[in-house]
Structures are given as structure tokens and as C-alpha cells.
């Protein structure tokens, strides 16, 4: 079975901080995403690496930046945390290829106060 | 551009009860459909997809139907149980070969 592993459930930090979310993924996938998750808002995609140093913007980047430097490991990072950035964050990742299923990590719940 | 509009909850049922999902979509050309489902305290899962007109996906009771005349793909199951209780999200595959996702319904069934 795939196992995509976030380092933390639980994250509380303060306004300004910089904050970093790693995920690692255990099954050689090529394609990694990062998501957040809000009420009413479903998930919305915020960056995606293709490949090794390969990285997109998704369609909410603004105030993150990810680190793809080896292939099991996606890294996201709040440059400097805000508090419209508490949120549920989600990593996934899948096999290259349009009809792949991605899957998903268990998910950080960040606080920023 | 492309996108899904899924019902809103909460829906709380019975066990053994019927559950209907509904989801639409916008999109240019017919794009790949998915329902994934998220239990408590979990990541997403892949639940069934279908890439297809008429296409129909199903697993563990579940099927939904890609009905392009109605641009829709509403989810169902006949008989739901407690261990169905989870957050639904609805998603298609947009032409950048990214997913949109629904705002996700939470189902509650109760004993």
C-alpha cells in the first residue's frame, strides 16, 4: 500500500513565523501535490512538483513556497505565517501518468495565532 | 474553467437508508470524474471514478453514473451502515490534468 506520511497532525504557530509542512511518500511517485482543506471550500490546490526540483503553482500559491530536492520528499512553506493561513493542509501524491489516483497523506491541522 | 458543484450538507440518515449525492459539472469536453471520501481523522481516499460518458464506477456498495446529458455524477448507495459516515468530495479532472474538487458533503448515519 501506498504511504504518503505528514510529519505532524497537529501544528500551532505565530503570526510570522516561518512555517514548514513536510510530507514524504514512500512508493517512488513521481507527482506530489500540496492542498488545503477549508469548510465550505473543499480542497484547493496549492502547488504540485512533476519531478525532483520540479515545482507549479497551483491556484492559491500566494504567501507559500514548496522544496522538492528528492523525490520521496514535498516540503511546503509559509514564508511568513499569517492568520488566514489556519488551516487543514493535504499531501498527496501519484504515479505519473492523466489517470493515475492520487493519494492522500492524513493531513496537518495548522494553527497560526 | 472547469469545476464541480456538489451538494451541501450535512445529511444525517438511518442505517440502511438511501443516500444520494448529487454533483454537476462545468467543463470543456468530458473530463475524467472521482468521488473520493474522507473518514475521521483521515486523508481523502480514492472511492470510484469513471473517465467516460455513461460510464458507471462503483465500490464497496457505491456507484455513480457520468451522464454527460445532465452534466452529472451524482454518488449512491442502496443500504448505508455507521461506517459510512465520512466527508464526500466530488472532483474532475481539469484540461491542466489537475483535480477540482466540490466543497465536500459530510454524511452522518446513525444507528
Known amino acids: 500500500d501506498v504511504k504518503v506520511t505528514q510529519s505532524s497532525r497537529y501544528l500551532v504557530k505565530r503570526t510570522g513565523e516561518k512555517v514548514f509542512l513536510e510530507c514524504v511518500q514512500d512508493?517512488?511517485?513521481?507527482?506530489m501535490f500540496w492542498y488545503r482543506q477549508d469548510p465550505g471550500l473543499g480542497l484547493r490546490l496549492i502547488y504540485f512538483?512533476?519531478?525532483?526540483?520540479?515545482?507549479e503553482k497551483g491556484d492559491i500559491p500566494e504567501g507559500y513556497s514548496v522544496s522538492r530536492e528528492k523525490k520521496e520528499r514535498f516540503s511546503l512553506i509559509l514564508e511568513s505565517a499569517s492568520t488566514n493561513q489556519t488551516s487543514m493542509y493535504l499531501c498527496?501524491?501519484?504515479?505519473?501518468?492523466?489517470?493515475?489516483?492520487?493519494?492522500f497523506g492524513d493531513g496537518t491541522r495548522l494553527s497560526i495565532l | 474553467g472547469d469545476s464541480v458543484t456538489q451538494m451541501e450538507g450535512p445529511v444525517t440518515l438511518s442505517e440502511e437508508a438511501f443516500l444520494t449525492i448529487n454533483c454537476t459539472y462545468t467543463?470543456?469536453?468530458?473530463?475524467?470524474l472521482f468521488w473520493y471520501v474522507q473518514y475521521p481523522g483521515e486523508g481523502l481516499q480514492l472511492l470510484l471514478k469513471?473517465?467516460?460518458?455513461?460510464d458507471k464506477g462503483s465500490n464497496k456498495g457505491f456507484e455513480a453514473t457520468y451522464r454527460k446529458e445532465t452534466t452529472s455524477f451524482h454518488l449512491e448507495k442502496g443500504s448505508v451502515q455507521v461506517s459510512d459516515s465520512a466527508v464526500y468530495f466530488c472532483?474532475?479532472?481539469?484540461?491542466?490534468?489537475?483535480?477540482?474538487f466540490g466543497a465536500g458533503t459530510t454524511v452522518t448515519v446513525r444507528a
Open positions: 498527496a501524491s501519484r504515479l505519473q501518468g492523466e489517470n493515475q489516483p492520487q493519494h
Open positions: 512538483s512533476y519531478d525532483v526540483k520540479m515545482k
Open positions: 469513471a473517465t467516460k460518458a455513461d
Open positions: 512508493m517512488d511517485h513521481e507527482n
Open positions: 472532483a474532475l479532472r481539469r484540461s491542466d490534468y489537475k483535480l477540482s
Open positions: 467543463a470543456t469536453g468530458y473530463p475524467s
